[in-house]
């Protein structure tokens, strides 16, 4: 398998994985409506706890802010 094969299966699985994640995060919004606004709260504490001299903080921030891209994605209007 070629590196553009591999990396174009790794963005499949990845798209389906936010996908899933999605439906669910929105299912479980219907039962328990605030849900994703407390997890997005809870990130935004997560992340605001994280050390800012750690070597890997831009790496960490990066992944709270597409956790927030995610959460604030399964928020949104639902058609």
């Known amino acids: 398998m070629t590196i553009e094969q591999?990396?174009?299966?790794?963005?499949?699985?990845?798209?389906?994985?936010?996908?899933l994640i999605d439906l669910l995060l929105?299912?479980?919004?219907?039962?328990?409506?605030g849900l994703i606004q407390a997890l997005m709260d809870g990130v935004a504490a997560d992340q605001a706890g994280v050390d800012e001299d750690i070597s890997e903080k831009p790496f960490i921030?990066?992944?709270?802010?597409?956790?927030?891209?995610?959460?604030?994605?399964?928020?949104g209007p639902w058609v």
Request: a positive charge; hydrophobic letters at 40%; one cysteine or more.
């Open 6 to 19: 591999q990396l174009h299966e790794a963005r499949v699985k990845s798209a389906a994985c936010a996908y």
């Open 26 to 33: 929105q299912r479980a919004e219907v039962t328990q409506p």
């Open 61 to 75: 921030d990066d992944i709270f802010a597409e956790t927030q891209k995610i959460l604030k994605r399964a928020n």
